[in-house]
Antibody, heavy 117, light 107 residues
Framework: EVQLVESGGETVQPGGSLRLSCAASGFTFSNTWMHWVRHGPGQGLMWVSRINSDGTSTRYADSVKGRFLISRDNAKNTVYLQMNSLRVEDTAVYYC??????????WGQGTLVTVSS | DIQMTQSPSTLSASVGDRITITCRASQSISSWLAWYQQKPGKAPNLLIYKASILESGVPSRFSGSGSGTVFTLTISSLQPDDFATYYCQHFNSYSATFGQGTKVEIE
């Protein structure tokens, strides 16, 4: 059974940093692209970032480019999202997702990031 | 970047109604489009991928069509469990942009 478990969300002040983790199991992690998606309060879903299977290619939404960094450790079956220079508007539930042929079939339960002074 | 525009943003309907949600891409995306259903406090649920392929376990009242720049999600007979928010999402090698979402409400 595919499982994705996010962790690391908490309340942080504007300008602060946070690292989210997503631990994966139940599939061949090292063969799989992974995504981060967020859902802000009263907002729609926003794709944040993706990483290819060996970590050599990464992409970001314009609003987080230069502030967020996606990475992975295939030995630990874990994908990370390092978030720097956090803004109030980054407040959201952050989900990791497994890329499956043009759709995200499997999602984690989400981890809440609150940016507030 | 490719932009995805969904319409309508809100749709009021009754049980048994047939409804259609439209998603437009700012440029051709072939068939690289997925549809999701999301309920409050839950992760999204994949309904359709590659524009028209029904995900396993999803009721057959859901269907997707389109290619290029215009896509639709149709629910043939709305059920109580279908009142939720629906999103389209485009995938390419650079990004995976969502539409703004369509909230389906009880009329």
């Amino acid at each position: 059974e595919v499982q994705l478990v996010e962790s690391g969300g908490e309340t942080v002040q504007p300008g602060g940093s946070l690292r989210l983790s997503c631990a994966a199991s139940g599939f061949t992690f090292s063969n799989t692209w992974m995504h981060w998606v967020r859902h802000g309060p009263g907002q729609g879903l926003m794709w944040v970032s993706r990483i290819n299977s060996d970590g050599t290619s990464t992409r970001y939404a314009d609003s987080v480019k230069g502030r967020f960094l996606i990475s992975r450790d295939n030995a630990k079956n874990t994908v990370y999202l390092q978030m720097n220079s956090l803004r109030v508007e980054d407040t959201a539930v952050y989900y990791c997702g497994k890329d499956d042929l043009g759709g995200i079939r499997h999602w984690g339960q989400g981890t809440l990031v609150t940016v507030s002074s | 970047d490719i932009q995805m525009t969904q319409s309508p943003s809100t749709l009021s309907a009754s049980v048994g109604d047939r409804i259609t949600i439209t998603c437009r891409a700012s440029q051709s995306i072939s068939s690289w489009l997925a549809w999701y259903q999301q309920k409050p406090g839950k992760a999204p649920n994949l309904l359709i991928y590659k524009a028209s392929i029904l995900e396993s376990g999803v009721p057959s009242r859901f269907s997707g069509s389109g290619s290029g720049t215009v896509f639709t999600l149709t629910i043939s007979s709305l059920q109580p469990d279908d009142f939720a928010t629906y999103y389209c999402q485009h995938f390419n090698s650079y990004s995976a942009t969502f539409g703004q979402g369509t909230k389906v409400e009880i009329e």
